[in-house]
């Protein structure tokens, strides 16, 4: 199954709402989990199961979607922010990544 | 707490293999899959597989398909991950993750992650 994130970059300044999309070539049944990288880091859980936020990640995170389209939604973005963010499919194997959406300071 | 400790950075020729490992602690060793994903230098994540410490059962992405081996030593509560005949496109940062509560619940644990650099 691949997976297509969407847009490969942005640019947004604080407090902005922020919405990176996820769309599967074939449907996932929300096996779907988010995570944010900074560099030199392993990735961190935000989202699992499409929707569930991860114990103590920040309430500005959220998640949606079903069947092949997902959203990753930060509502105001904080300087903390500033990642790479990535899809990745558990339903079907070999599970996959996306390829990245990095967010960067305007 | 879980922690997930790796070794070190390692640097081989093409042709060679090389054997990470990823100690676990402060949980039940046998309970969780151990999952493993590398990062290419400036690339993206990709999951090449996971075992399941408890039967030593394996899942390898068809990628990977005779060229890796995920085994694991229950004594040590280690988990490893070999890959044979190392490409340039091999160097990576290889991870081990485990899940936080259930098998698709996505990695919440990591390892810190093991640099491998192939080359000649």
Redesign the interface.
């Known amino acids: 199954i691949q997976l297509t994130q969407s847009p490969s970059s942005l640019s947004a300044s604080v407090g902005d709402r922020v919405t990176i999309t996820c769309w599967a070539s074939q449907g996932i049944s929300s ?1 779907l ?1 988010w ?1 944010q ?1 900074k560099p030199g880091k ?2 961190k ?1 935000l ?3 499409a929707s ?1 936020l ?1 114990s103590g990640v920040p309430s500005r995170f959220s998640g949606s979607g079903s069947g092949t389209d997902y959203t990753l939604t930060i509502s105001s973005l904080q300087p903390e922010d500033f990642a790479t963010y ?1 899809c ?1 499919q ?1 339903n079907s ?8 959406t990095k967010v960067e300071i305007k | 707490q879980v922690q997930l400790v790796q070794s070190g950075a390692e640097v081989k020729k093409p042709g060679a293999s090389v054997k990470v490992s990823c100690k676990a602690s402060g949980y039940t060793f046998t309970g969780y899959y151990m999952h493993w994903v590398r990062q290419a230098p400036g690339q993206g994540l990709e999951w090449m597989g996971w075992i399941n410490p408890n039967s030593g059962g394996t899942n390898y992405a068809q990628k990977f398909q005779g060229r890796v081996t995920m085994t694991r030593d229950t004594s040590i509560s280690t988990a490893y991950m070999e890959l044979s005949r190392l490409r340039s496109d091999d160097t990576a940062v290889y991870y081990c993750a485990r899940d936080n509560s259930d098998f698709w619940s996505g990695y919440y644990y990591w390892g810190q992650g093991t640099l491998v650099t192939v080359s000649s």
């Open positions: 096996y989990a995570y990288q392993a990735p859980l989202i699992y199961a569930t991860q990535y990745q558990l194997y070999p599970w996959t990544f996306g390829q990245g």
